[in-house]
């Protein structure tokens, strides 16, 4: 069936043999995989008027192809999750780069040999550059905060320039924290690199899927045993109570998967999980080309953290425009239908989160999965991985 608006009138939640709240990555990878593997009936309920959750990409009133939720690079080591994906895309060829403005000079990040000799010039450069071969190792990837707990004073020059200039101020805009504040693993995602490679990623497997995520999304859902309905609330459907899920006075039996904030099924009443959400601004301008490469990092100036430009990752043709993307970083308000994007990695919010999670451990046929529902820092191959593992586990149980 496709994917239609809202409830038909005879819908009965009974009728499935599993219900999968949301369309994104987590919920779409197990739908296919219960259709398919298990032949099970599946009923996806999506909230957004939309599938493919926020790598959901569309083209704009210019033309251009934009991702409306955020720029979408898609990398991978994990060779079952890139196997996977490219059942239902060709993927690009694509290799992201990106600048950081620095004082108005664009330097690559991660911060590398290149970066190293722009900003120290070319024979200090190369002299700094030989000390960081000699204490790492050739192509090394040194998160920023083993750089600064380094006692030499040469690699503290290093260091301090990388974290004044790369990583404080954008640190900043987009956590209001400084980096010694943030979980290591946020910073660490972008480690200097010793060497020359000038991506921002060095998975073997990166690009863009040929035709855009969406149409990706597309191919994943269509299955005959997968009926998606969109502009529908899940929380309007199902309920969990007394370690039961309900929908109305009966209990729902099938298996229930769940991909949204796990404190909205509890009216928040433990508290709000802190996430942090974005205000994106998109603007076209009447020119082929705005910035040399897809992302530009405002990393000591501006209040935006970075700007995209699309075209650039997509390789879409449109002569005389392009749409370009800054975005604006700020704490979630619950209930304000702002979208939490970013989970806050601190002990007190993992410790909320597992009190949540504590409350759906005894529902045998409860599972949340996904970046909100994992209440992780998750890329779009991790929520793969994943979706996949629990489908692993559901379709051996089925
Ligand atoms: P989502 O995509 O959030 O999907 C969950 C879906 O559930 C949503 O559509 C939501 O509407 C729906 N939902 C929630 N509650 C309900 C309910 N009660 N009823 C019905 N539906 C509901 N990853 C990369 O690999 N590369 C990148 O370059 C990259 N860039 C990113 C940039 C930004 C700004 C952000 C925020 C994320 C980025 N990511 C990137 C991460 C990527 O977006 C996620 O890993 C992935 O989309 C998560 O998939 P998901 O299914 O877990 O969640
Ligand atoms: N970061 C930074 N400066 C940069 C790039 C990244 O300070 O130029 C830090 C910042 O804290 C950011 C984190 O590293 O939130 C992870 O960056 P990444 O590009 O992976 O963020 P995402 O694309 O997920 O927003």
New binding site residues.
Partial sequence: MPVVHGLPKAFDVADYDALV????????VVARELAERAGKKVCV????PHI?????DCLDEAGVLI?L????????YDERVHEYLSRFTDFTNYQ?RVLANIHGTLMPVPFNHTSLKMAFGPERGEALFAKLVEKFGLDRKVPILELRAQDDPELEEVADYVFENVFLHYTMKQWGQTPDQVDPSVTGRVPVLVGDDDRYFQSPHQGMPAKGYTDLFDHMLDHANIDVFLD????DIVRVEDGKIMAGDLAYEGQVV????LD??FGLDLGALPYRT?DLDFETLPVDEFQPVCTVNYTTSEDFTRITEFKHMTGQVVPGKTTILR?YSKAYEPGSGQ?P??AILEPQNKALYASYLERVAGVANFHA??????YRY??????VAS?LALADKLVAEA
Avoid: F, K
């Fill in positions: 709240v949301g369309a994104g990555y987590a919920g779409s309920l999506e909230r957004r493919a959750g926020n790598a959901y991702h939720y955020g720029p979408h690079i898609y990398h991978t992201h529908v609330d899940a929380r769940y991909t949204g904030p909205e099924l974005l975005e979208t994007y970013y999965v996904g970046r909100l529902a994992e998750y890329d779009m191959d991790a929520v979706a």
